[in-house]
């Protein structure tokens, strides 16, 4: 429990930060870095940035759901080993549960967020 708190004091504050961002609005790349050429608005990156990281996160959480599963599976009779297990699968899939409501809230706030136009 410890630990979660210790991430949540870490990335609250990176949520008040980044609407500092909105004042890149008029970089333009001035060269061509990972299929992105000079001249590609800000909401390039931001949509770029936003795909990854729901990917990233989902493919962690779904890592972390078999993970778990392993580690239940290889219990041996062990039951506080099972319940850590058992929470790791809860949280993993709240992870998940989280991941995909970001994801329909970002394709309903703008349905162009999440493709990448390459």
């Known amino acids: 429990m410890n630990m979660k708190r210790k991430i949540f004091k870490i990335t609250t504050p990176l949520l008040f930060l980044f609407p500092i961002s909105c004042f890149a609005l008029d970089y333009t790349l001035l060269e061509e870095f990972g299929g992105i050429t000079a001249g590609t608005p800000f909401e390039t990156y931001v949509s770029l940035i936003v795909t990854w990281g729901i990917g990233l996160a989902a493919g962690l959480a779904v890592f972390m759901l078999v993970y778990s599963g392993f580690m239940m599976v290889t219990t041996m009779g062990d039951m506080g080993?099972?319940?850590?297990?058992?929470?790791?699968?809860?949280?993993?899939?709240?992870?998940l549960l989280i991941i995909a409501i970001a994801g329909l809230l970002l394709k309903q706030i703008?349905?162009?967020?999440?493709?990448i136009g390459f």
Do not use: C, W, Y
Request: hydrophobic share 40%; glycine share 4%.
């Open 81 to 95: 080993r099972l319940n850590k297990a058992k929470e790791h699968i809860k949280d993993a899939a709240m992870g």
């Open 110 to 115: 703008n349905p162009n967020l999440l493709n």
